[in-house]
């Protein structure tokens, strides 16, 4: 029912409340357009390309069968309704029965209806009856990654999420990662579903990722998060490695060791069991003989590389500098 609390007559025609009744009704136009709006922007609903002796504007919720005025023009000028305020920036068109909303609030989707009444000079009323059906879209927002582990160990597994606080479904999302030599990889792009899941990490998934969210509106770029910037490797392995020092004196040299410039033996053979990769690091061998009081110092590098498949050792390699 439209509500309006003004009568009013013009030549063979009366409308009043409830409703319009029509008189002498002639013809009668019925039209109906589904239009997209999208939330925090503005669109234009077209009542007839000239101004008519009388429209009227009215805004049906969805769900609800009530049809409720928001702007009517009896002749005097449009009259915009209280209700008018909570469907955005409403304005009419000058010299037209058209309608300007301008930052479209969620609250205004809904059923547009205009009434628009022509009355010829020698010809019944023709009155058309427009209906507008807004479908309000809501642009998708800043996303963000929400990690269920940043610092995994190898052989295990992680799921990336891209939050949203807003965005009208379905949705659409790509994700990129940058390595640390800087390179871009689209990576997966998956459709209406915000997880990305990371199975059997390694050292080839080290690095930033983002995720791009869009919908028919736009899209959006997170900020870039890092994954796995300090792996931890879990290898089990029973390797042994000796370091062998030897100075030629008399009498014999004594011998010490030094891990990365801390003492850690004394002796001619340092024997490392069960090394790993935190064994890497330079090893310096001093030789000095206390009768002579001369010295020697000798410094390597020992690099380990641990090369794990799955979650056991496939290879352990040790070299020396």
Request: glycine share 6%.
């Amino acid at each position: 029912m439209l509500i309006i609390t003004e009568q009013w007559h013009l030549r063979n025609f009366v409308c009043a409340l409830p409703g319009v009744e029509i008189l002498d009704p002639g013809q009668v136009v019925y039209s109906e357009t589904r239009t997209n709006g999208v939330v925090g922007r503005g669109v234009i609903l077209e009542c007839g390309p000239t101004l008519p002796d009388v429209f009227i504007w009215g805004f049906t919720k969805p769900g609800t069968d009530t049809i409720r005025a928001i702007v009517y023009n009896f002749g005097k000028g449009p009259k915009i309704q209280k209700l008018a305020n909570d469907l955005g920036n409403l304005t009419v068109i000058s010299n037209s029965a058209s309608l300007s909303i301008e930052k479209l609030p969620l609250a205004a989707e809904g059923v547009y209806t205009c009434q628009h009444i022509l009355q010829p000079l020698f010809h019944g009323l023709s009155v058309t009856r427009l209906h507008f059906v807004i479908i309000l879209k809501v642009p998708v927002t800043n996303p963000y990654i929400v990690m269920s582990d940043s610092s995994p160990v190898e052989g295990t597994s992680v799921i990336m999420r891209c939050g949203l606080e807003n965005g009208t479904g379905p949705i659409n999302y790509i994700w990129e990662q940058e390595s640390r030599e800087s390179q871009l990889t689209t990576v997966a792009e998956i459709y209406d579903d915000n997880r990305f899941n990371v199975t059997d990490v390694n050292r080839n998934h080290t690095g930033w990722y983002r995720c791009i969210a869009s919908n028919q509106v736009n899209q959006q770029r997170s900020d870039r998060v890092c994954l796995v910037h300090h792996i931890v490797l879990v290898c089990a392995i029973s390797k042994t490695v000796s370091l062998l020092c030897q100075a030629s004196s008399n009498p014999p040299s004594q011998y010490v060791w030094f891990y990365n410039n801390s003492q850690v033996f004394t002796g001619p053979q340092y024997t490392i069991t069960r090394i790993l990769r935190m064994h890497t690091g330079h090893y310096a061998c001093l030789a000095q003989n206390t009768y002579l009081n001369t010295r020697s110092r000798k410094t390597i590098t020992l690099t380990v590389y641990c090369e794990c498949s799955h979650k056991s050792l496939s290879r352990l390699a040790v070299t020396t500098v």
